[in-house]
């Protein structure tokens, strides 16, 4: 196992009350994958791990979420094998992502977690419970679904654009909001994910959105309490699956934020950091 920072960073710690814009880039290497990560917030207690959605990368989470997260607990951002500055190659199927998820999360020995996953960050969120029960605590899925989803198997490129919010004036200011915090980060970006991401992670939604027998049956086996959020009117995994999702996991809860989209978390930061604060701390 190797941990280190980028040379420029090898002052910092996070002793140094990071940020969401000033957390130094790290990186752990396991299995042949060079992981990239960020820690920052209270370094006591259960870490909360976030886990990308689509093409996405550690600096395409909104900062209103993660430094608020921040304020009363350790929260951890990686890339994926395979996704902007993290080495690998993205895998074909969510299992694997998964897989990789876990072998991240035990070579930083961390001993229990609780992890949040948006959109197919999601799907990997329900990995990492299946695979490693041990490791979770609890679950904050949002804007997701289970295999074999309603509408989650022919997911497209042209279909994730301009769906993070809804037409409507309010969710659109909101929208404009965000995109201000999304590039409030100015120094040490990750660089955008390479051509190979999207085609791998487009097969691997194809495989997990596939309608099988018995399809939400594994989610019988996540005992974990989870919370399930998303927007009323999430063109991308459509509310239903949220449904699905509450109906089927044992000890979930369901929130549905109004008028909003697949970034409902993003439309509403504050009060989606309070409700998921409280379900984490309960």
């Given amino acids: 196992m190797m941990i280190h920072t980028r040379p420029e960073m090898l ?72 996704i902007s500055s993290s080495s690998g190659e993205v895998p074909t199927t969510v299992e694997r992502m998964g897989a990789n998820a876990v072998t991240f999360l035990k070579t930083l020995e961390l001993k229990t977690v609780d992890v949040l996953g948006f959109s197919i960050g999601g799907f990997v969120a329900q990995e990492i419970a299946l695979q490693a029960p041990e490791l979770v605590g609890r679950l904050v899925l949002v804007g997701t679904g289970p295999r074999g989803g309603q509408g989650m198997a022919t997911l497209t490129p042209e279909a994730w654009l301009s769906v993070h ?38 097969e691997a939604i194809g495989k997990w959105g596939a309608q099988r027998d018995a399809s939400y049956g594994y989610l019988q086996t996540i005992k974990q309490p989870a919370l399930v959020v998303n927007g009323s009117s999430d063109v991308i995994i459509y509310p239903i699956n949220s449904f699905i999702l509450q109906q089927n996991i044992p000890n979930a809860q369901l929130i549905l934020y109004p008028d909003s989209n697949h970034g409902s978390h993003y439309q509403y930061p504050e009060l989606f950091v309070r409700h998921a604060s409280m379900f984490l701390d309960s």
């Fill in 165 to 202: 919010f809804t037409p409507s004036e309010a969710s659109q200011a909101a929208g404009r909001q965000f995109l201000k915090r999304f590039r409030l980060r100015n120094e040490n970006r990750d660089p955008e994910v390479n051509e190979k991401v999207a085609p791998a992670q487009i």
């Fill in 11 to 82: 002052h910092t710690s996070r002793e140094m009350n990071h940020t969401h814009q000033t957390a130094p880039t790290q990186f752990v290497e396991a299995n042949g994958i060079r992981f990239a990560y960020r820690r920052f917030g209270k370094p006591d207690g259960v870490p909360l791990v976030f886990n990308q959605h689509f093409t996405g990368s550690m600096d395409h989470w909104d900062p209103a979420v993660t430094d608020g997260f921040a304020m009363d607990r350790e929260v951890i951002l990686f890339n994926n094998a395979g």
